[in-house]
């Protein structure tokens, strides 16, 4: 696959790679996901003030993803000993660990090959890219922000968290839906299914095409 592949989409299979990483030499993507889900972001680089503010917060953040089956996995253009020094800036300055490993893409491969590199923005650094990965390797979703404006780590938790139930309950979720709120219930599609759907368990019913449910009734 050409390393400049363009950008990817939901529904697209996350692309494989091999590159060294914080946690070891010779990082094989695919291998390392195994059956988790994947939250992979990528920030401009390294030594910069958005950017340690987000890793410390994925860092702050990460036992959340984890007991939610996430990994989390950072990248930008730097080399190993660049991130090996951050990471030890940050532990000692603010006294945070970063738990997760960071890809070093010094030779912008990896970026390019997610399509991390917007050159009308930098040429030579990655935008602040997102990739949410399930454990069959589809994307499932994909944030994009500015170079100049730090994410939402909330945002991203709960995006997360959102996928996971629709998948697991086979159901939408409306605006600001947060875990434990009700869901959305598909549309009915046939007379039998809008027959259905006034008589269901736990409804909340606004009109045949909007209904909303206990997840777990």
């Known amino acids: 696959m050409s390393e400049d592949a363009g ?6 299979k996350a692309r494989d790679f091999i590159a060294a ?5 010779e990082f094989a993507f695919s291998a390392w996901q195994e059956q988790d889900w994947v939250v992979f972001f990528s920030h401009p680089a390294d030594f910069t003030p958005v950017c340690t503010t987000e890793l410390v917060e994925f860092a702050r953040r990460y036992q959340d993803f984890r007991r939610k089956g996430v990994k989390l996995l950072g990248i930008s253009v730097d080399s190993i000993h660049s991130h090996l020094a951050w990471l030890d ?13 960071l890809v070093a893409d010094a030779d912008m ?9 917007h050159p009308e923005t930098s040429s030579s650094a990655t935008v602040r890219a997102l990739f949410v990965i399930d454990p069959r390797r589809v994307i499932r979703g994909v944030i994009y922000y500015p170079m100049n404006v ?12 959102a996928l996971q139930a629709t998948e697991k309950f086979s ?11 009700k869901v959305m ?7 039998q299914d809008v027959e259905k ?19 777990k009734v």
């Open 7 to 12: 950008l990817l989409r939901i529904g697209d």
């Open 21 to 25: 990483t914080t946690s070891t030499r």
């Open 89 to 101: 800036n940050m532990k000692q300055k603010m006294g945070v660990t970063v738990p997760y490993p």
């Open 109 to 117: 491969r990896v970026s390019r090959l997610y399509g991390m590199i």
């Open 150 to 161: 730090g994410r939402s780590v909330d945002e991203v938790l709960r995006l997360v968290s």
């Open 171 to 181: 159901c939408a979720t409306p605006v600001d839906w947060r875990e434990g709120d």
């Open 185 to 191: 219930i598909p549309p009915p599609l046939t007379v």
């Open 197 to 215: 759907q006034h008589n269901y368990p736990g409804q909340e019913s606004k009109d045949f095409y909007l209904t909303l449910k206990d997840p």
